[in-house]
């Protein structure tokens, strides 16, 4: 699985060993400077799957009431609004695959980098240091896909963050990690 654009130096769908281990991305080139980038990793497909399946069946009651509605009490040329939701679903479709696609995150040695956005990139940056609570959510929906979310409270509101979709064990293994860094380096403060 591949997040990102080309430009990006970052892999994703990294194993937890190598995170683990610290290892960065090669050097571009055999003259190429090595360069400190993180090691990102993509989110699971099975938060696209759940989130495709959401938009299907929500703008498919919609198409069918789109249908019927006009068809029984009005002019059946009416019908035709139905095409305006199945246009909402292709659109759809699409933005949540490249949306999907945005969601990254990395462990570095001082720092959790989140990564989202299509057309306004957002990157945050939390520190282990000032972590107050790791919290791993997963709703009914959540649970029957397989998937948790990972959230990240801080002592500033602004710099919460939240990784969703993850499989279970690697939210958990994820918030056992952050908890045993932030407990390392706030001892320090």
């Not at 198409?63 to 059946?76: E, G, M, S, W």
């Amino acid at each position: 699985m591949e997040t990102g654009s080309p430009d990006d130096a970052g892999t994703a769908g990294t194993t937890g060993t190598a995170r683990a281990a610290g290892r960065r991305a090669a050097p571009a080139g055999p003259s190429a400077a090595p360069r400190d980038e993180p090691v990102w990793t993509g989110l699971p497909p099975g938060l696209l799957h759940l989130r495709r399946l959401l938009l299907v069946v929500w703008l498919g009651l919609l198409t069918v009431a789109a249908v019927v509605l006009p068809a029984l009490f009005l002019d059946p040329l009416w019908a035709a609004l139905a095409l305006l939701p199945l246009a909402l679903t292709a659109w759809g479709w699409v933005m949540l695959g490249r949306n999907w696609r945005s969601w990254r995150y990395a462990e570095r040695a001082d720092d959790l980098l989140i990564s989202r956005g299509v057309l306004w990139r957002e990157e945050t940056v939390v520190p282990y240091g000032r972590m107050q609570l790791v919290e791993v959510t997963s709703g009914p929906v959540e649970r029957h896909f397989g998937l948790a979310s990972v959230q990240l409270h801080t002592a500033a509101a602004a710099t919460d963050a939240t990784i969703p979709g993850l499989d279970p064990a690697e939210a958990e293994r994820l918030r056992d990690r952050l908890t045993e860094l932030g407990e390392a380096r706030s001892a320090g403060l």
